[in-house]
């Protein structure tokens, strides 16, 4: 372990945990501190590859934002997107009823004017 500059900390756990931590300090042979420590680091350690993605993954969102800060290139493929290929739904009216249909659903039917 490291030598690092310590500083205080107030952690509430639960009665079980504490119970199972100074159980485990008895058996070890080592403060409840140095355990909870190499813990934390141990977490910290296994945390970063996903710290690390997410840094990425930002990196990549800012540069795209700097290239095309109002979106007007990714709009322009999004539509082209869409024109690109026949819409078989597109501009068609469809309307599937329930059989039965509860008192929320006819409520709303109703104040859509489609009773």
């Not at 322009?76 to 309307?95: K, M, N, Q």
Request: glycine letters at 6%; hydrophobic letters at 35%; zero cysteines.
């Amino acid at each position: 372990m490291t030598s690092m500059a310590r500083v205080a900390f107030t952690l509430r756990i639960g009665t079980e945990e504490r119970d199972a931590l100074e159980t485990l300090s008895k058996v070890e042979g080592r403060p409840v501190n140095q355990l909870l420590n190499e813990a934390i680091q141990g977490y910290l350690r296994r945390q970063r590859p996903k710290e690390q993605s997410l840094e990425k993954s930002l990196a990549r969102l800012r540069a795209y934002r700097e290239k095309d800060p109002e979106f007007k290139q990714a709009i322009s493929e999004f539509v082209e997107a869409e024109v690109r290929h026949e819409d078989p739904l597109e501009g068609e009216w469809t309307e599937l009823q329930s059989a039965t249909q509860g008192p929320v659903q006819s409520k709303i039917r109703e104040l859509l004017g489609a009773s």
